[in-house]
């Protein structure tokens, strides 16, 4: 039973009840956090990154019970101050704590098996929509594990209440004091080394996910201090520098008279360990293979971020990270340039194509910014094209790569004969990977995988992964009919391929921490005078200065004197060398790992790198000292430059600067007064359309634009944004930014509806009928589009066809409202 001793009793006596209270109960969490453990083992034993290793999972047990008595030292303080005056408060605040430690720890355990992936300090670089989107299109949130988490929290609170029952004595008190000092003086017992594992998928398994969400957040929080404080003595702009870049790639083509097409495909998780010679898990994407045979092909490429946040920024800007990716900065972005921004003014036509939505990570931010012409997501393909398939209880990602390559030549069958730059995003090799017709690429790995005669080990590996290379095998037959097709196009001769990577995918394990970064990257082109397979270390800082010196050295594309680009460009050696600098940011908000030539560090330890990029951990302090100081200063710089605006002058060619300062502080204004800085973007949307309804238009309309600036691609807000001026009569107004939205998105049915209610309050009733037909020959049965025809019919004096209509859409949408009344005002005249 609790020792409840009166306060009467001597101080010495009540501290010792209560501190024998607090270790048993400390002691008794032990218990729980091992059952989490348990949990996470269950939830994560079908991965191909289960450790087979018991002593994996010594290691792991261990760092949990470790996690266990270490958070029994940070709460003692507070619980056996507090117990000293109240006994039984200090108890239920013991308990509740713990209740929200399981919780939280059940929650981490979930998501690392969903995404193997240890969350920490990226969680405050991700909005809850990213995580939502990316958890729910691996496999959902089931009952299942809303039960689990029941059952922990149960679990954290009784146990410790059980446990006052113990028989106890001051030495067992004293005896769980030590232990818990234990895990202080002996760091490694919490988070052992990196290299005591055989790889990093064992290491990231066997560490305690709690611990590594808390460590992570403590050392975010620390270094963000540490590198502002560095930051501050940081003056001008540090990045600029005198560029040259020497033109390594026209050499290598036939370039004709005309500026050629350069197209970007970015392909999703496309890591140099499932493509090229040497692959570790090769075999199948047959045609990528073949394809970099007959190109430019780079054995040692990096991305420069382990997520898809950093390559836009890094590809076509060769620009600085900020704290949680350029993109992340959203309208906050400082000014810079890009190779948009560069070609543009050189006559190029910009598009950027994606089967996803648009606004994760922010790109749709970033690409706006760069006043690309034509950006299409998945609000841009509308019915005739299916969506990738969904996990049991999950959602789709959005179209898969074969539809994303159909529609972006559907769109360009009529462009202009200008050059132009297309960037590609793909998704169908992200996780659920379930691909289109999934049966038929099952049998196709079944095929790969005979022919490639595995032994054991591997055979297993990849069996367990079968859905990642299935995928792999679908997107490698959407980029050999892309190619296809494209040879067909009259600019094929004049067009250049990049195809790349933007990480190498994470549920696969890998066999180091550089692997991560290591990307195929191929430069193909009818115009190409021979292959070339080059060995040295290039990334993608390095793409942006080679192709502007390649189109000044043949076209005059103009090329800037200085340049804020981290990048010197591409290296094009046969041989294997490393002449690069390159930091590397692994998860948003942890800039933790340098490339300095040979040189690698990360994680906190330093490796020599041999010819196919397999780091070597070495004991040189000095040579650590001298990378992790160049990592200290690069960290001061990029703070500095992404917060202050202080990348690039203003003067210097091509910048695309912040928007119209006096609009953007009424936006700003606006958010606050209303309460709306920390409401999720639905939130504020919806106090958005209250006003808009309650005629508030100008309040609405700052709202609504201050939504649009984070995300440019929220149809919804540009929407209503459009109507608000349709229903107060600034038709033009109106015209203009609904007729963009239905260029941006011509499958978003309300963009649609919107646009066609214009013509109805215009008077315009033949061309409100047209557009409604128009747009129920590819949303048939959509309530709003028929609600818009019979307005324009009633508009045209048309009640019968009206009424018919409304016939329709009562027996689609039986409680309309506004459908309802429509249709009683008809059968009043």
């Known amino acids: 039973m609790t020792l409840d001793v009166p306060s009467s009793e001597p101080a010495p006596h009540r501290f010792a009840a209560n501190a024998a209270d607090f270790a048993r109960a400390s002691l008794s969490y032990v218990g729980v956090v091992a059952l989490v453990r348990v949990y996470e083992l269950a939830l994560f034993r079908g991965s191909s990154a289960f450790p087979a290793s018991a002593r994996v999972w010594g290691q792991a047990f261990a760092a949990d019970a470790a996690f266990a008595l270490t958070t029994a030292l940070v709460l003692a303080l507070p619980v056996l101050v507090i117990a000293h005056w109240a006994p039984r408060a200090a108890r239920v605040l013991h308990r509740a704590l713990l209740v929200i430690i399981a919780t939280v720890a059940a929650m981490l355990a979930q998501y690392f098996a969903a995404t193997h992936v240890a969350l920490g300090a990226d969680l405050y670089g991700y909005g809850w929509q990213d995580i939502r989107d990316t958890v729910g299109a691996s496999q959902g949130v089931s009952v299942g594990a809303l039960a689990a988490l029941v059952v922990f929290a149960a679990l954290a609170w009784w146990l410790p209440r059980r446990a006052l029952r113990w028989p106890w004595s001051p030495r067992a008190s004293v005896a769980t004091l030590m232990l818990a000092l234990a895990t202080v003086a002996l ?45 501050r003595s940081l003056s001008g702009y540090p990045l600029m520098h005198r560029v040259a870049p020497e033109d390594v790639l026209g050499p290598h083509f036939a370039l004709g008279a005309e500026k050629p097409n350069l197209v970007f495909v970015i392909v999703e998780g496309l890591g140099r360990d499932f493509t090229g010679p040497g692959a570790t898990y090769g075999g199948f994407t047959p045609f990528l293979d073949s394809l970099a045979a007959h190109s430019l092909s780079w054995d040692n490429f990096l991305s420069t971020s382990g997520r898809t946040f950093g390559v836009l920024p890094s590809l076509l800007g060769s620009l600085p990270f900020g704290r949680a990716g350029f993109m992340e900065l959203g309208a906050t972005m400082p000014a810079h340039a890009s190779l948009v921004t560069y070609l543009q003014g050189s006559g190029y036509t910009t598009n950027y194509f994606t089967g996803t939505n648009g606004q994760f990570d922010r790109i749709d931010a970033f690409m706006d910014r760069q006043g690309v012409d034509r950006f299409i997501d998945a609000a841009g393909f509308g019915p005739r094209y299916r969506r990738q398939p969904a996990p049991p209880g999950g959602e789709s990602w959005g179209y898969p790569d074969g539809a994303l390559f159909a529609r972006s030549l559907e769109l360009l069958s009529g462009a202009p004969p200008t050059p132009r730059l297309d960037i ?41 992964n079968a859905g990642v290379f299935a995928s792999l095998l679908y997107t490698d037959d959407a980029l050999r009919a892309f190619f296809t097709a494209y040879a067909k196009r009259p600019d094929y001769a004049r067009t250049i391929f990049f195809v790349t990577g933007d990480h190498r995918m994470i549920p696969v394990p890998a066999t180091s921490r550089l692997a991560r970064y290591r990307v195929p990257f ?14 040295a270390i290039s990334s993608h800082f390095d793409v942006l200065p080679s192709v502007l010196a390649m189109l000044h050295g043949a076209y005059g594309v103009p090329v800037p004197d200085r340049a804020p680009w981290l990048g010197v460009g591409l290296d094009t050696a046969s041989a294997f060398r490393g002449l690069r600098s390159v930091p590397l940011m692994r998860i948003k908000n942890e800039l933790d790992d340098y490339l300095n030539g040979t040189r690698l560090l990360a994680g906190g330890t330093l490796s020599m790198l041999d010819s196919t990029l397999t780091p070597t951990p070495v004991d040189d302090g000095p040579a650590r000292d001298a990378v992790a100081e160049r990592l200290v200063h690069f960290r001061a710089v990029n703070e500095y430059v992404t917060v202050r605006d202080r990348i690039t002058p203003p003067t210097e060619m091509a910048v695309h600067a912040m928007p119209e300062l006096r609009q953007v502080v009424a936006e700003d204004t606006a958010f606050r007064a209303l309460g709306l800085t920390r409401r999720s973007r639905e939130q504020a949307f919806e106090q958005a359309r ?18 649009l600036r984070d995300a440019p691609s929220y149809h919804d807000a540009r929407a209503l944004l459009g109507r608000t001026y349709s229903w107060e009569g600034r038709r033009d107004e109106a015209r203009v930014i609904l007729d963009g939205l239905v260029r941006r998105a011509p499958a978003y049915a309300d963009g649609l509806a919107a646009r066609i209610e214009l013509d109805v309050f215009a008077g315009h009733g033949d061309s409100a009928l047209a557009g409604a037909d128009r747009a129920l020959a590819s949303f048939p049965g959509n309530p709003s589009l028929l609600y818009e025809r019979a307005r324009a019919l009633e508009l045209l004096g048309q009640r019968d066809s009206a009424l018919r209509t409304l016939d329709h859409l009562r027996r689609l949408a039986p409680n309309d409202a506004d459908a309802a009344a429509l249709r009683a005002r008809l059968l009043r005249r």
Request: proline share 8%.
């Open 424 to 464: 590609y995003l793909t998704i169908s090799t992200h996780e659920p990977f379930i691909p289109p017709d999934s049966a038929r690429y099952r049998a196709r790995f079944e095929a790969a995988l005979a022919a490639r005669q595995p032994d054991a080990r591997l055979e297993r590996l990849l069996r367990e």
């Open 187 to 231: 760091p490694g017992m919490r988070a052992p080394a990196p290299s005591a594992f055989a790889s990093e998928s064992d290491y990231l398994a066997a560490a305690n996910k709690a611990y590594w969400f808390a460590s992570r957040s403590a050392t975010y929080l620390r270094d963000r201090w540490e590198i502002q404080r560095a930051a």
């Open 522 to 535: 191929i430069l193909s082109s009818p115009m190409l005078r021979a292959p070339k397979r080059i060995r």
């Open 690 to 707: 209250e006003m808009a309804f309650a005629k508030e238009y100008t309040g609405a309309r700052l709202v609504l634009r201050r939504l």
